[in-house]
């Protein structure tokens, strides 16, 4: 992200030139950055802004860039989570080389902080219970009340705490909490808790702590321990900046906030009509509507590679989203519009046929089969050609046939001449139909001089279809997908459940495709002719039997701003 503002004549963002004055005025010798993520849940397009805008400034500024688990609360941790983050952020092409850490891994040096804190008369356990901490902190027009139990003796203080690491006392029981000003404007500085007690294993540290440190304590520490310059978030967090300075102060890590390390905010990326909420995605999951967090419904970003968006994608439509102090939405069709552009020059266009219908060529010999030279994508020669096979009976898809068509109707219908795609020239002469009068087959003759797809004679016609050969052809199973909320309604109901889209998976079982597609590989992609981006799922696909995803229509209603 940072490289893309960095090419020459391009402006800096606002984050650029925070960096480049740190680092002119000597704050700054290296740029270290981090992405931070809490590992209660996979990771959602949002995150893909984080992660390229952390790794990009870095590399831009020959810095470090820091993967950090913020696996400060094991009530919703899980490794399962710790594991899909890794992959996403490798997928993405966010390399942290050596730089893999664990908040939980500074859980002692942590402790220690806190009682550098009751030393210095900063912190004091309180017995206040949660309800009670809520009601004494006041509102934003009232200041808060004095906590009671705040003139506790600096003994007492440690004292309790170390008996709070110890196990003594039970969840809820006890906190510790900063002692800065119960008045403060600003409510976060009201004596927030820095630790509570919580007697549960932990992912990476298992049973060794019953005591665990509030995020607004824990992070501003770890970015110190770390050495991270720029601790980039977004922008809720611009009201919390006082505290992570005043934490990183009082613990001796900087004098002063102008020093690092520096919370800097920018706004968040927001989706349209799209659900990223974890706890809205963890229900879809428990109640099955969605077959796990990787479903290609949602925009995680392991949704997103399964469904077949390419880490190069994301990447442009970050870039277009650009950074900012101003929160807005980008509009989904943006990120369709990216993933068309990087798969359209770079993928082989294949013959597949979703909804099947015979037509038989009564005059093309019994039993002969043409490998007919067909060019894999017609804009980039670099890929190359393929041959597949011609044969008597082909499918066709049932839209490219009407027995009675509307005018200016250009495909297959009796007594119409159209050209099979990259073979010859057809005409229908007669259908069969079924005892309810559907049509179960289509008969046609061909003219075997049209051979490639042109007639000697110059002639014309209007319309061209693709196909596949029944003998050859390969059966398939595809899946279609839409939003999984209905768009026109938007993504909740009144009260607040998701507005679900019923149709947002069509699945196919019958399609039939080229053969060379039955070798596709699992996250394998390709056009589609005429009918989008495909491909082969991650999860379901076997080996000789793909099951392909729809990434993406072919038809966009984005326009790009060529300014951008």
Not at 3 to 10: D, L, P, Q
Not at 159 to 172: I, K, V
Not at 246 to 272: C, H, N
């Amino acid at each position: 992200m940072g490289e893309a503002n960095a090419k020459e004549g391009e402006s800096k963002n606002f984050i650029e030139q925070i960096i480049e004055k740190d680092l002119a005025e000597g704050r700054v010798k290296k740029v270290v950055t981090r992405f931070p993520p809490e590992p209660n849940g996979y990771l959602h397009i949002g995150h893909a802004k984080s992660i390229l805008l952390n790794y990009g400034l870095a590399k831009e500024y020959g810095g470090e860039f820091h993967l950090r688990f913020d696996d400060t609360n094991p009530t919703k941790e899980k490794s399962e989570f710790v594991n899909s983050i890794k992959e996403d952020v490798k997928w993405l092409g966010a390399d942290w080389g050596e730089h893999l850490y664990y908040a939980s891994n500074y859980f002692e040096k942590m402790y220690e902080a806190a009682v550098g804190l009751i030393k210095k008369g900063k912190a004091y356990v309180s017995d206040l219970s949660a309800d009670e901490i809520r009601e004494y902190r006041g509102t934003l027009t009232e200041p808060g009340k004095k906590d009671p139990y705040s003139d506790r003796s600096i003994e007492e203080n440690l004292d309790l705490f170390e008996r709070m690491r110890a196990g003594e006392f039970a969840d809820g029981e006890k906190v510790l909490r900063a002692r800065i000003d119960m008045s403060s404007s600003n409510i976060n500085m009201r004596d927030p808790i820095l630790y509570r007690v919580t007697h549960m294993s932990h992912q990476n540290t298992g049973d060794k702590w019953c005591i665990y440190p509030m995020y607004d304590f824990a992070h501003p520490l770890e970015d110190a321990i770390e050495g991270v310059t720029h601790s980039i978030c977004t922008l809720e967090f611009e009201d919390h900046r006082p505290l992570y300075d005043w934490v990183v102060i009082e613990t001796g890590y900087k004098k002063s906030p102008e020093d690092v390390p520096k919370q800097i905010e920018f706004a968040k990326l927001y989706l349209t009509n799209v659900v990223t909420g974890k706890r809205y995605i963890k229900k879809l999951v428990e109640q099955g509507i969605v077959d796990g967090w990787d479903d290609p419904r949602l925009v995680s970003i392991a949704a997103l590679r399964r469904r077949g968006f390419t880490p190069e994608s994301i990447r442009r439509f970050v870039e277009l989203a650009g950074i900012s102090k101003a929160n807005s939405s980008a509009d989904y069709a943006m990120l369709e519009y990216c993933i068309r552009e990087d798969l359209k020059p770079s993928r082989p266009r294949m013959m597949a046929i979703l909804h099947p219908l015979k037509v038989i060529i009564d005059n093309y010999p019994e039993g002969q089969c043409e490998m007919l030279p067909v060019s894999n994508n017609v804009e980039n020669e670099a890929l190359g050609t393929r041959e597949v096979p011609f044969t008597k009976e082909l499918y066709i898809d049932r839209d490219d046939f009407m027995e009675v068509p509307p005018r200016k109707y250009f495909r297959m219908y009796p007594g119409n001449e159209v050209r099979l795609m990259n073979a010859y020239f057809v005409t229908c002469v007669g259908v069969d139909k079924d005892g309810d009068g559907n049509v179960t087959a289509v008969h046609c003759t061909y003219d075997p001089s049209s051979k490639g797809g042109n007639s000697p004679d110059g002639r014309k016609v209007k319309g061209t279809i693709q196909w596949v050969s029944a003998e050859y052809g390969k059966k398939v199973t595809v899946r279609l997908y839409e939003n999984i909320v209905d768009e026109e309604k938007g993504v909740y109901n009144e009260d607040g459940s998701l507005n679900l889209n019923p149709n947002s998976i069509e699945v196919l079982e019958d399609c039939v495709v080229e053969p060379k597609l039955s070798e596709a590989k699992p996250g394998d992609s390709f056009q589609f002719v005429r009918q989008g981006y495909f491909c082969a799922d991650s999860k379901d696909s076997k080996e000789g039997e793909p099951v392909f995803n729809r990434i993406v229509s072919l038809k966009s209603s984005f326009k790009l701003d060529k300014k951008k």
